[in-house]
């Protein structure tokens, strides 16, 4: 789990890797992505520091929603386990996008 006290980290196109995502992501005002409206920071501080059962981090399938704020959904799986063990965030997006569960 990542420490609590760590800032909050605006996301952009300035970040260069998910080792960028430090902290709890701060989407800017505007920003529509599925992710900055699903990922809360309950779903940080318990998923931050997790891989899938393939290494995959958490932040990896996050960093291309937060590097680049006019993504329409903001994540990638990186393995069909990516969907189980992300499934906080993931249930969410898949819910909002197609509107059931």
Not at 72 to 81: E, L, Q, R
């Amino acid at each position: 789990m990542r420490k609590k006290n760590l800032p909050d980290v605006q996301v952009g196109s300035q970040l260069k890797s998910s080792a960028d995502l430090t902290g709890f992501p701060i989407f800017p005002a505007g920003t529509k992505s599925l992710l900055s409206k699903a990922l809360t920071r309950e779903i940080w501080a318990n998923l931050g520091e997790t891989k899938d059962a393939y290494g995959f981090p958490f932040r990896d399938a996050i960093f291309s929603g937060c590097k680049n704020v006019d993504s329409g959904i903001g994540v990638y799986a990186g393995s069909h386990d990516s969907y189980v063990k992300f499934a906080p965030l993931f249930d969410k997006i898949i819910e909002m996008y197609h509107g059931h569960k």
